[in-house]
């Protein structure tokens, strides 16, 4: 234990604050029991130490433990824990927990136990806490962490300082919304380096070497995480990439699962049940239509990539804008709003805005009342109801 408590103060002592993400101001820290889960790369880990650092400088004791360390192969979560709650631990952060076959029954015990030892637990995005033992779904307040939005990425790469916007103030603006920016801000000379390289936090300036580094996290993904998926067989994991790859050059499409079954060799029967699994892993999102239940078993009415950064990734030629354009603004307005299809707009988002999203050739014939908005890529700032596609990127 003593070599996990060395690690742990490395990594929080050599932890930078200088950037933290916007889920930072959205947890309840007083809770004992938080998890935080989300796809590979987003940042879970250095937001987590971000906060054991700030508890440290309080003067508490605090721990990071990996629970895919060797040390856990012979070692037990719930001996370890208690030893160092019983040397005076008060915030001890477990990550990889989906990597530890019986997290969820021992972090219950140690909650229940422990009162006042505060529990930070985090994952894959595939963690589903109402599926696991020890009914942990009832004492853990869960979290989402998703990859930089837009309005992240300007200020961890460009040192902007830009404000954060709700649905309504770009919608319905009570001024010109223009006078929130500096005078001198250019967006759109930010965004197409943005779209291509700018939604993971690791991004360099090697285009091609970050293109490479989301290949492998991919194939991590599929072959190492969705091992921990109930009834997801490992050895279909090569299908699965298949799959994510003939839709990565089609997107965003609606599906013919017949077609799809042909080309990948998996049974149409079972179709439905891995695009669920690829939207699990955040790899994908799938947009059905509105008021209706969605269940594994039901065929998606579209399908996008996760992130256009995945998008250009994975394509064998330059995307199509159009492409570019439906996934940028999925991905950021899904973090904090339902989206849904619609056979008349391209977007029905919280079931009341339409929205229509295009270049500059998009007309207003489309809007047929004061919810129905065009969303043009050409455009730097509002200009009456059409509105400019990177703005929705600072909405989280």
């Not at 015990?109 to 930070?120: A, C, E, F, S, T």
């Not at 295009?358 to 207003?364: H, M, Q």
């Not at 400019?388 to 989280?396: H, N, S």
């Amino acid at each position: 234990m003593d070599e996990l408590l060395e690690i742990s103060h490395s990594l929080i002592n050599n932890t930078s604050l200088e950037f933290e993400r916007y889920l930072k101001d959205q947890i309840a820290w007083d809770e004992k029991l938080i998890g935080i889960k989300g796809a590979r790369g987003t940042g879970k880990t250095t937001l987590i130490l971000q906060y054991l650092k700030k508890k440290k400088s309080e003067g508490l004791l605090v721990a990071y433990f990996s629970l895919d360390e060797l040390y856990f192969l012979e070692n037990n979560l719930l001996q370890t824990a208690k030893t160092f709650y019983q040397t005076g631990g008060k915030v001890l952060a477990l990550d990889e927990v989906h990597k530890y076959p019986s997290w969820s029954r021992e972090l219950k015990n140690l909650h229940d136990r422990y009162p006042d030892l505060q529990i930070i637990f985090s994952g894959s995005s595939i963690i589903d806490i109402s599926k696991q033992e020890g009914d942990i779904s009832r004492r853990a307040i869960m979290y989402e962490l998703h990859g930089l939005s837009f309005r992240e990425y300007l200020k961890i790469k460009h040192k902007l300082a830009l404000p954060l916007l709700k649905m309504d103030q770009i919608l319905f603006p009570e001024g010109d919304i223009r006078q929130l920016f500096p005078n001198d801000f250019k967006p759109l000379s930010y965004f197409n380096d943005y779209l291509t390289t700018g939604y993971f936090p690791f991004s360099g300036e090697n285009k091609e070497l970050y293109f490479q580094k989301l290949r492998q996290m991919i194939r991590t993904i599929v072959e190492y995480d969705m091992a921990e998926i109930k009834g997801f067989d490992i050895r279909n994991g090569k299908k699965l990439l298949q799959l994510l790859y003939i839709i990565s050059q089609r997107v965003p499409f609606k599906p013919n699962l017949s077609s799809l079954a042909e080309k990948t060799a998996i049974h149409r029967n079972s179709l439905s049940l891995y695009l669920s699994y690829l939207a699990e892993a955040r790899l994908i999102d799938l947009q059905y239509p509105a008021g209706i239940s969605i269940s594994t078993l039901q065929k998606p009415e579209k399908i996008f990539l996760n992130n256009t950064n995945y998008l250009y990734a994975l394509a064998e030629i330059k995307p199509e804008k159009g492409t570019v354009r439906e996934i940028f603004f999925q991905s950021q307005v899904k973090v904090n709003h339902r989206l849904n299809y619609s056979p008349s707009v391209d977007f029905l988002v919280n079931q009341e805005y339409h929205f229509e999203v295009g270049g500059k050739s998009k007309t207003r014939n489309q809007l047929l009342s004061d919810k129905h908005f065009l969303v043009k890529d050409d455009l730097e700032f509002p200009a009456g109801k059409s509105l400019p596609l990177w703005i929705f990127g600072f909405m989280y």
